[in-house]
């Protein structure tokens, strides 16, 4: 019998010499002698699947019981009233559902139109500069221990974050429909910079409503919409944050919907703009698992992204949603779990209706939405996406939380050993990565780092002046 080395196996199979040697403490290659401090591999032996039984049992039980076939899950969810599972739906007046209706007949007219599929991928390649790479933070995942941190920089998406994924394609979808002006709500500004950004490139007006406490939080965001030419409404109802945002910018758009077309921020909303969006993001995903297989030979054993409304996450997650990995939506839970604290929807949230659409919403005694709290403006909502909800509901996404303290120290760890400063948001997700390295022994857990933290560097040194030290 012949033997192989581990970096020959590795070869052989294409895969990391580090994936052979989690394989080899596994236990999962057979015919394996181990002498003089070497691993000796039979040279007929075969790489595993990397079918977790773990993850098989799920699958299994999740078809048997929701009926969720995800190898052709996108053909079913959302139907054609917008639901996933009992959560979705459109719930406005009858002016605004016109309007929707026109949005919706839009699209499925040129979704799958080749000259529309060909302009959009133009625009990525073009003027994005999208595909963003997958990037590997070695320092960090040595400083942490054994477990492989990958980033997918969506960071390095023109205007620095996911956002101008969507906004590109609601813009160009807004031209085709003949309309003259954009209308947007933001929150942590990266939603309002990119629907500015699209209206400078095709041509449109725009306007884009914030609550007064984000805009002071996120100077320059709106300095960067005003720079663009876009009009920023301030919102100081309620708590002055994305919520009241979004009421103000619904209230604009249902005056003026005949000539203005809404870029939703996120997958949220009536339908059918959960849809939209999440077709709009998901070449996150599609790019990150090309990516991550050629430069590993494999599969992330943890796939994970913030989640606030849900549209970096559910554009990262619904690539992998058939693969054999598991997925961690990340919420914040900021000061701590009590109502108002907090803005971790799926995970203490219940069935109710805001904005237009059915989904997990934070609610107070009385039943109504509640106030949310989150360190980080863009995950400050008090719902989440409806697919996120039927998700979570038939178990194929876990939902976890990073409190603010944990959020600041992963923007600080990722900065000084890596030289990435990461959005707030997004640093929600690298924590969740670091508290899973801190608690295993090996592994690979992707990350989608979906914004940079430019916007919230002058809140933090006014808001922790010793931040630096």
Partial sequence: MEYLSVEEFAKKCEISERRVRTLLKENRIEGVIFKSGRYLIPSNAKKPSDLRVRFNKEVTHISQNSEVDFRT??????????????????????????????VYSGYLTICK????????????KEFQGRPTPVYHCERLSNYLGKVQIYLKREDLNHTGSHKLNHCMGEALLAKYLNKKKLIAETGAGSHGVAVATAAAYFG????????????????????????????????????GTLKEAVDSAFAAYAKDYKNSFYCMGSVVG????????????????????????????????VVTACVGGGSNSIGMF???LNEPVDIIGVEPLGKGKEIGQNAASACYGKEGILHGFKSLMLQNENGDPANAYSIASGLDYPSVGPEHAFLHDIGRIKYDTINDEDALEAFKL???????????????????AIKYARTHHSGSVLVCLSGRGDKDIDFLLEKYPDFLN
Avoid: W
């Fill in 270 to 301: 009536p339908h059918p703009f959960p849809l939209m969006v999440r077709d709009f993001q998901e070449v996150i995903g599609i790019e990150a698992k090309e990516q991550f297989r050629d430069m590993t030979g494999e599969l992330p054993d």
């Fill in 73 to 102: 899950y996108k053909k079913h969810y959302p139907d054609e009233n917008g639901y996933f599972g009992k959560y979705g739906g459109s719930f406005v007046n009858k002016d605004l559902q016109k309007a929707f209706d026109e």
């Fill in 113 to 124: 139109s080749a000259k529309f599929v060909s302009e959009l991928r133009r625009i990525r």
């Fill in 318 to 320: 619904e690539a992998f």
């Fill in 414 to 432: 990722l900065s000084r050993l890596e030289g990435i400063i990461p959005a707030i948001e997004s640093a929600h997700a690298v924590a969740y």
């Fill in 204 to 239: 449109l007006e725009c306007e884009v409503h914030m609550g007064i406490t984000d805009i002071k939080k996120q100077a320059p965001n709106v300095a960067r919409m005003k720079i663009l030419g876009t009009k920023v409404i301030p919102v100081s109802d309620g708590e």
